[in-house]
């Protein structure tokens, strides 16, 4: 899948002066390439997604238990970027992330918990959420994920994430809370990025054997990016929305 970290300019530095031939061949180029693109901002995307309401989960978290998943999520996704992927994280793409981290959320926060993920620290000890209270239901919540067909298990893809477990909260950005996911529809590609505040996580592709495929992105930035259609904007008809993993509260 192709996002925006491989997404560069490329510039040729110390190429010859062209001809006038060959500037009369450059601006034909450009007259056609300037026409393709108005035909593609009027022509409608091509969504795979297809929203639909989703049922109201029977286990869903409290008001306060959200406010703690949503901590424990940023701190986990956090550790990740900081500290480069778990091995314990094996399904590794941009659902994978997401739901890697709910299920460590999920988890009891106990000492081996904390060493198996690297938190033994005093820094880290020193600034842990407060643990979750959670019921046995609710923990087995990253086990049962609803698929495209109905089914449930501990898989979903990122548009299944989206039309089945997850509700639409805005196209605007400004409207998202921690953990809240930040959907991407190419048509035949979707993509996850999850909002974190201070700044927009994500994983895609990695591009040489020591890439971990983790990337921290700015939001003034990724609302800049060269490449538009990775722009949260709600005028970039490939940014389908801000949406909330729906057993959370609100």
Same mark, same amino acid.
């Given at each position: 899948?192709?996002?925006?970290?491989?997404?560069?300019?490329?510039?040729?530095?110390?190429?010859?002066?062209?001809?006038?031939?060959?500037?009369?061949?450059?601006?034909?180029?450009?007259?056609?390439?300037?026409?393709?693109?108005?035909?593609?901002?009027?022509?409608?995307?091509?969504?795979?997604?297809?929203?639909?309401?989703?049922?109201?989960?029977?286990?869903?978290?409290?008001? $306060?238990? #959200? *406010? @703690?998943? &949503?901590?424990?999520?940023? %701190?986990?996704?956090?550790?990740?970027?900081?500290? =480069?992927?778990?091995?314990?994280?094996?399904?590794?793409?941009?659902?994978?992330?997401?739901?890697?981290?709910?299920?460590?959320?999920?988890?009891?926060?106990?000492?081996?918990?904390?060493?198996?993920?690297?938190?033994?620290?005093?820094?880290?000890?020193?600034?842990?959420?407060?643990?979750? $209270?959670? #019921? *046995? @239901?609710? &923990?087995?919540?990253?086990? %049962?994920?609803?698929?495209?067909?109905?089914?449930? =298990?501990?898989?979903?893809?990122?548009?299944?994430?989206?039309?089945?477990?997850?509700?639409?909260?805005?196209?605007?950005?400004?409207?998202?809370?921690?953990?809240?996911?930040?959907?991407?529809?190419?048509?035949?590609?979707?993509?996850?990025?999850?909002?974190?505040?201070?700044?927009?996580?994500?994983?895609?592709?990695?591009?040489?054997?020591?890439?971990?495929?983790?990337?921290?992105?700015?939001?003034?930035?990724?609302?800049?990016?060269?490449?538009?259609?990775?722009?949260?904007?709600?005028?970039?008809?490939?940014?389908?929305?801000?949406?909330?993993?729906?057993?959370?509260?609100?």
């Amino acid at each position: 899948m192709r996002s925006p970290c491989e997404a560069h300019a490329r510039s040729e530095p110390g190429a010859a002066v062209p001809s006038r031939a060959s500037r009369r061949v450059c601006l034909s180029r450009m007259a056609a390439l300037s026409a393709l693109a108005a035909l593609a901002a009027v022509a409608p995307a091509a969504h795979a997604l297809s929203l639909a309401a989703t049922s109201p989960d029977p286990d869903a978290l409290s008001a $306060q238990q #959200s *406010a @703690a998943f &949503r901590a424990w999520f940023a %701190r986990i996704v956090d550790q990740q970027m900081r500290r =480069g992927p778990t091995p314990r994280w094996t399904q590794r793409d941009c659902a994978g992330l997401v739901r890697f981290a709910v299920g460590e959320t999920l988890r009891p926060h106990d000492s081996k918990w904390l060493r198996a993920n690297g938190m033994t620290g005093l820094a880290d000890t020193s600034s842990l959420p407060p643990e979750l $209270q959670l #019921s *046995a @239901a609710q &923990r087995t919540i990253a086990n %049962r994920w609803t698929q495209l067909d109905g089914s449930t =298990g501990a898989y979903a893809s990122a548009i299944a994430l989206i039309q089945r477990n997850s509700r639409f909260v805005s196209k605007d950005v400004n409207q998202a809370l921690p953990g809240d996911l930040l959907f991407f529809d190419q048509g035949d590609d979707q993509h996850l990025m999850i909002w974190l505040e201070r700044y927009i996580a994500y994983h895609t592709g990695t591009v040489t054997p020591t890439d971990t495929g983790l990337r921290a992105v700015a939001v003034s930035d990724l609302m800049q990016w060269k490449d538009s259609r990775w722009q949260p904007l709600d005028g970039n008809p490939n940014f389908v929305g801000v949406f909330r993993l729906d057993f959370l509260t609100p």
